[in-house]
């Protein structure tokens, strides 16, 4: 299958492969994989576990590298670029959002979320204002002093979101953002992602299989065994 | 990034404590262990930078250390005086005779005889009475340490104090009687024997006696007159053994290195230090990166290099280095304080300092090499799984 190249393409993947090689056994976790997520869109990818959906977003995300086949981020192709591009290229681009929130236990919460921007050179001082600006955007400006430990789990996502958010990336990666909490607390984590996370210059791809959450999708694709079995353009209903 | 490696290290109080005692303990042992070595030595040779004044010491040609008396004829003295370049050269003598305590017990003291003229070899610091009080019949002066302890009077009553020798007081040595003339401060010895003081020739009538009884010739060079040349002269015309100073003092040291089991049983102490200290800074340092592996693995993910974590891990690494190493060496130095006026043997230099600061930095280097072998394998993947 071959996709048309678009301007409001985000992510492009064309035919992608990946193979892991466990010793005893190979195992396909991606097979001529075709997909293409455009800005301004929240993508999510479902499916059942070991469907290949965490595979495919970490050689979108840049972290991983397929064995065959195409993945271009905003025209630029992952795989070719050299290592120190390609730190850049995620550092600048990229937004993480995991399901283990993976936020520094002795970083305050404002501290946490200047990371990305003092891996990109800002200076620590800097940083950290920004980073108190964007956690009063998702609700936590009064909370930028607590520990990871002193938030809820709805409040680390948050804080974990605004993190994802500080650099301003045009890409956002999300892995079960919402698996470890509560229905209210995950609607209210979707609710925040929906309102500023997602604008014209930015996509989202949100892999989950929390089927509560699908209807805040734009489009689904539908993950098994290794292939997209399923794009559905219209959201399924939580 | 480097606060955030501070915070991350800090952050996990229970590791980082544990780093810094590993690394304390092994700074400690590094540089106590060695002090005490080093105490030991130098008490070895104390009797030689006691004595200021002589510029060479002549004596026997076998003698291998300053303890290893081979007494030459009194006529020595006067073939090394012969000798050009020799301003003066003054005889002493130096022994080990019995002090008959009041108890009825013996001590063994290390009897020192000066030349009855110029007292030339006197101890250096006189803490009661003066030198020229050696001149009086059957005088002699004992140091401080001797006089308080192992020649102190039994107490009056059962379980009491020692009473300290005092000027004024009998010593029998020998079956002769000693007059105590003045109490004198000296570097321990290293037997820690008392050491007594009087004149060359009371000194020969305490001693045994014996056909040769002169121990050295203290010489002292005329200005401007090279010691090195003057050694060799001495040497070529009368057959004896002549060192400088330093030389004399570094015979000494190289015979206790090369004879005696001191510097391996310390060297050993020294080495279960660094082991220990090094398995316990270097397991905790890994296990603490282990740990956080998920959060080197995240800023990998955000886009940090390998490069900056692994300044992150270096840094991280000087740091609770630099900390075990200063509590180390700061307990080292309040245990030399604590025990400066014990028996103790201890002396802290500047090259300790070094020594250990080595071995702290080379167990950093360890802890962190092991630690950053791992971050830089480290696949950023790892953050997508649960």
């Not at chain 2, 070529?236 to 100073?245: E, I, K, S, V």
């Amino acid at each position: 299958m071959c996709l048309k190249v678009n301007m409001n393409v985000a992510v492009r993947c064309e035919n992608l492969t990946k193979t892991y090689d466990t010793g005893e056994q190979k195992v396909t976790a991606l097979n001529n994989v075709n997909l293409e997520i455009r800005l301004a869109e929240l993508m999510m990818l479902v499916g059942p576990s070991g469907c290949g959906k965490t595979t495919l977003i970490s050689i979108i995300a840049g972290i991983l590298n397929q064995d065959a086949g195409l993945c271009e981020l905003f025209g630029e192709n992952l795989l070719t670029m050299k290592s120190a591009d390609k730190l850049r290229f995620r550092a600048t681009k990229i937004g993480f959002v995991f399901q283990a929130f993976n936020l520094l236990p002795a970083l305050n919460a404002a501290e946490n979320v200047a990371v990305p921007l003092i891996i990109n050179g800002v200076k620590r001082e800097v940083a950290q204002r920004r980073a108190i600006d964007v956690l009063e955007r998702v609700g936590l400006g009064e909370r930028w002093k607590s520990l990871p430990a002193q938030l809820s789990g709805g409040q680390q996502q948050r804080v974990a979101i605004a993190r994802a958010l500080v650099h301003s990336p045009n890409l956002i990666v999300c892995d079960e953002p919402t698996s470890a909490l509560d229905h209210k607390s995950g609607h209210n984590v979707m609710n925040l992602l929906k309102e500023v996370a997602v604008d014209d210059n930015r996509a989202l791809v949100i892999v989950t299989h929390d089927a509560r959450i699908f209807s805040f999708a734009d489009r689904i694709a539908e993950m098994d065994d290794g292939h997209i079995i399923s794009i559905s353009d219209s959201p399924k209903t939580a | 990034m480097n606060y955030i490696a501070i915070k991350m290290l800090m952050g996990d109080t229970g590791k980082y404590i544990g780093i810094v005692i590993g690394l304390t303990f092994a700074s400690l042992i590094m540089t106590q262990q060695p002090a005490i070595f080093m105490g030991f030595i130098a008490r070895s040779y104390s009797f030689i930078t006691d004595l200021g004044l002589p510029d060479v010491w002549v004596m026997d040609s076998k003698v291998q250390f300053i303890d290893d008396i081979k007494p030459l004829q009194d006529t020595e003295l006067y073939r090394v005086r012969g000798i050009s370049g020799i301003e003066w050269a003054m005889p002493l003598y130096k022994g080990m005779l019995k002090a008959r305590m009041d108890d009825g017990t013996f001590q063994n003291c290390n009897v020192i005889g000066l030349d009855d003229t110029t007292l030339i070899g006197a101890p250096p610091i006189m803490l009661e009475g003066k030198v020229e009080d050696l001149r009086r019949s059957d005088s002699v002066i004992v140091d401080i340490d001797g006089a308080t302890e192992k020649l102190a009077r039994p107490p009056l009553v059962a379980g009491g104090a020692k009473i300290p020798l005092k000027i004024g007081d009998n010593l029998e040595l020998n079956d002769r009687r000693a007059i105590v003339v003045g109490i004198a401060k000296v570097t321990r010895t290293f037997q820690s024997q008392p050491v007594v003081y009087t004149t060359y020739s009371r000194a020969k009538s305490y001693a045994p006696r014996e056909r040769r009884q002169l121990s050295f010739v203290l010489v002292k060079a005329k200005a401007g007159q090279d010691l090195h040349e003057l050694t060799q002269r001495i040497t070529a015309n009368t057959g004896l053994a002549a060192y400088t100073r330093q030389e004399f003092m570094d015979l000494t040291f190289w015979y206790l290195m090369k004879n005696t089991g001191i510097p391996i049983n310390f060297g050993v102490s020294v080495l279960f230090g660094f082991i220990i200290g090094a398995a316990i800074a270097g397991q905790t340092f890994y296990n603490f990166t282990l740990d956080n592996i998920r959060q080197f693995g995240v800023l990998k993910a955000m886009g940090a290099s390998n490069g900056t974590l692994l300044r992150m891990i270096l840094l991280q690494a000087v740091f609770v280095g630099s900390i075990g190493y200063g509590i180390g060496v700061g307990l080292t130095a309040l245990f030399g304080f604590a025990m400066r006026h014990s028996i103790l043997a201890f002396q802290f230099s500047f090259q300790l300092l070094i020594f250990s600061g080595l071995g702290v930095s080379v167990i950093c280097v360890f802890a962190a090499l092991i630690s950053i072998v791992k971050v830089m394998r480290l696949e950023p993947a790892i953050v997508f799984k649960s």
